[in-house]
């Protein structure tokens, strides 16, 4: 169902990051351990649920951060934090996504932080995923743009070949070392690499591809999130959509 937004005229894409990320932080009660997403969207819904505790509106938060630069905002806002060591069934985590299938499968990843969104967001019972509705495809890789693998630095180029070789057959894809600011290749937080892979036609079954890209050695996580969201929210210009796994 969709819940109209306002009767102003057009939205940027931030407002509607912003109204996705604050209708998610509604699924947020006091005393939950929580997943704290990364990137733009997932900015809004950390900011809240500061704000939210600031106000005594929610007691008892514990955040586990999904990247260092989270982790630095959740510190900024006075957010307790902890990890998985300590916490490893979480209650809800909310974080935005790069492409939503219309079976709610995710790529994730283009901010780079996919291997820690991964273990943190397949650790909770709840996986509330706040978009746009740009984000919307109906195929993974169908968008034209890249879907992220994180794989060691050691002989990285050797490794972007492999992923490529992969999809020779079907799709084709061009694997495409992601380059920082500086020039330099882009360093996740764990000191690896990514590749981006672009894909030429559909990727063809999910789960078999994602098999297939781990079983090569060098690759340490890719961006596909294959039936993990239980929820997610589409803020678009004409309203909310839910979608319930
Ligand atoms: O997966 C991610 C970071 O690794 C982000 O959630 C994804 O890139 C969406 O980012 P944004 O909300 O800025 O569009």
Same mark, same amino acid.
């Given at each position: 169902?969709?819940?109209?937004? #306002?009767?102003?005229?057009?939205?940027?894409?931030?407002?509607?990051?912003? +109204?996705?990320?604050?209708?998610?932080?509604? &699924?947020?009660?006091?005393?939950?351990?929580?997943?704290?997403?990364?990137?733009? !969207?997932?900015?809004?819904?950390?900011?809240?649920?500061?704000?939210?505790?600031?106000?005594?509106?929610?007691?008892?938060? +514990?955040?586990?951060?999904? #990247?260092?630069?989270t982790e630095?905002? %959740?510190?900024?806002?006075?957010?307790?934090?902890?990890?998985?060591?300590?916490?490893?069934?979480?209650?809800?985590? +909310?974080?935005?996504?790069d492409?939503?299938d219309? &079976?709610?499968?995710?790529?994730k990843?283009?901010?780079?932080?996919?291997?820690?969104?991964?273990?943190?967001?397949? %650790?909770?019972?709840?996986?509330?995923?706040?978009?746009d509705? #740009?984000?919307?495809v109906?195929t993974l890789?169908? #968008?034209?743009?890249?879907?992220?693998?994180?794989?060691?630095?050691?002989?990285?180029?050797?490794?972007?070949?492999?992923?490529?070789?992969?999809?020779?057959? %079907?799709?084709?894809?061009? %694997?495409?070392?992601?380059?920082?600011?500086?020039?330099?290749?882009?360093?996740?937080?764990?000191?690896?690499?990514?590749v981006? @892979? &672009?894909?030429?036609?559909?990727?063809?079954? @999910?789960?078999?591809?994602?098999?297939?890209?781990?079983?090569?050695?060098?690759?340490?996580?890719?961006g596909?999130?294959?039936?993990?969201?239980?929820?997610? +929210?589409?803020?678009?210009?004409?309203?909310? !959509?839910?979608?319930?796994?």
């Amino acid at each position: 169902m969709v819940s109209p937004i #306002s009767s102003s005229p057009v939205l940027t894409q931030d407002e509607l990051k912003k +109204i996705a990320a604050y209708k998610a932080v509604d &699924y947020v009660e006091s005393g939950m351990v929580l997943g704290l997403g990364t990137g733009s !969207t997932a900015y809004y819904a950390v900011n809240r649920i500061g704000e939210l505790l600031k106000q005594g509106k929610l007691t008892n938060i +514990i955040g586990i951060p999904t #990247s260092k630069k989270t982790e630095e905002q %959740a510190i900024s806002l006075g957010i307790p934090l902890s990890d998985l060591d300590t916490h490893p069934v979480l209650d809800l985590a +909310i974080d935005g996504a790069d492409e939503v299938d219309t &079976y709610l499968n995710l790529v994730k990843g283009r901010g780079g932080s996919l291997l820690r969104e991964k273990m943190v967001e397949g %650790a909770c019972k709840k996986f509330v995923v706040i978009v746009d509705e #740009s984000k919307m495809v109906k195929t993974l890789g169908g #968008s034209g743009l890249a879907m992220p693998v994180e794989i060691v630095p050691f002989c990285w180029n050797f490794t972007a070949k492999r992923l490529e070789r992969l999809f020779s057959d %079907a799709a084709g894809c061009v %694997a495409k070392l992601r380059v920082g600011d500086t020039g330099k290749p882009f360093m996740t937080d764990n000191m690896n690499y990514i590749v981006d @892979l &672009y894909f030429k036609g559909e990727m063809g079954d @999910l789960k078999v591809v994602s098999d297939e890209i781990l079983r090569l050695a060098g690759v340490v996580e890719h961006g596909m999130f294959i039936d993990m969201a239980t929820t997610v +929210i589409v803020a678009g210009e004409c309203g909310i !959509t839910v979608k319930n796994k």
